[in-house]
């Protein structure tokens, strides 16, 4: 024998699994009278009988019990390996690269990414954190991660994060020698710790007077890169800082600070993850769009 009658094999042990040649039928999507014919030609390909069947029954002969105990762990395995096998096409794979902030790399990417590397343990994550604006198709990257106020007109975006809220906040001694600042205006005349804002080196700090935003240029004491470093000098008392209020929240609790001009700093949208057109989309970046949706 040549040819190893595989059509054959599989039509006969669907008859014996489901109990009847209409059973097996429907799950193969064939007609019964197809199926019998295929085990007919098992048997003339054999030149055996594997199968006894009557007008109502059919029972295995000891030739087809005997094929069927070697084929049936064979068939097995070749239907693991073919799972296995899409299961490979079918995974997501490669390197995901995002620019954000570094509040946002603290405290929005990491849950998302578990999420993402858990269901797609092939895709690789390069998060490059800084607080610049950059290109980030000119940077090579899939997508970054900004406030809704600092996004690229030309992107799509989605959020990736609860709302936020800014504070502005110093230590009691601080305070009590230079004053409470009782509207953003006072902060012409305070010592202040202050990130630049891109690469003008202009240092504004954004309050809100309804209906606006406004801006006030503060003119600092120190300045740092990262706003953990801003609050680690407030606590020494070198001046005012503004970050997250979720950052100074141990320092706020613990007494070691506390936050002034509290009505002009309400909650603010979060975080959005923003990329270019659909058209474009890697997969990585596909799979973390599904992670969102979710």
């Not at 603290?106 to 998060?127: G, K, M, W």
């Not at 800014?166 to 205006?185: C, D, I, R």
Request: hydrophobic fraction near 45%; charge should be positive; proline fraction near 8%.
């Amino acid at each position: 024998m040549n040819e190893i009658p595989w059509s054959g094999l599989e039509a006969l042990a669907l008859v014996v699994q489901s109990g009847s040649f209409r059973a097996a039928a429907k799950e193969l999507g064939v007609s019964p009278s197809a199926l019998s014919h295929r085990v007919r030609a098992l048997e003339e390909t054999l030149q055996l009988r594997v199968l006894n069947r009557t007008t109502r029954s059919h029972a295995l002969t000891p030739a087809g019990q005997a094929l069927l105990e070697h084929f049936a762990p064979a068939r097995q395995e070749v239907l693991a390996t073919l799972d296995g096998l899409h299961e490979h096409a079918l995974r997501v794979r490669g390197t995901l690269r995002l620019n954000a902030p570094p509040l946002a790399s603290r405290q929005v990417l990491p849950p998302v990414i578990a999420d993402l590397t858990t269901r797609h343990p092939a895709i690789r994550v390069e998060i490059v954190s800084e607080g610049a604006l950059v290109d980030i198709v000119q940077g090579g990257f899939d997508a970054g991660v900004r406030f809704p106020s600092q996004l690229p007109a030309d992107m799509l975006a989605r959020a990736i994060g609860p709302p936020q809220r800014f504070v502005v906040v110093g230590t009691h001694a601080y305070l009590e020698h230079h004053g409470v600042p009782q509207h953003p205006s006072d902060l012409h005349d305070h010592r202040c710790i202050a990130l630049p804002r891109g690469k003008s080196q202009r240092f504004d700090w954004e309050f809100f007077e309804d209906p606006r935003w406004f801006q006030i240029r503060v003119n600092p004491v120190a300045t740092v890169q990262e706003s953990l470093e801003g609050l680690a000098l407030a606590r020494r008392g070198v001046g005012l800082a503004f970050c997250a209020a979720s950052d100074a929240a141990p320092d706020l609790a613990a007494g070691r600070l506390r936050t002034v001009l509290d009505p002009w700093r309400p909650e603010e949208p979060g975080f959005r993850l923003y990329y270019p057109s659909r058209r474009l989309q890697r997969a990585p970046l596909r799979a973390l769009l599904a992670v969102l949706t979710e």
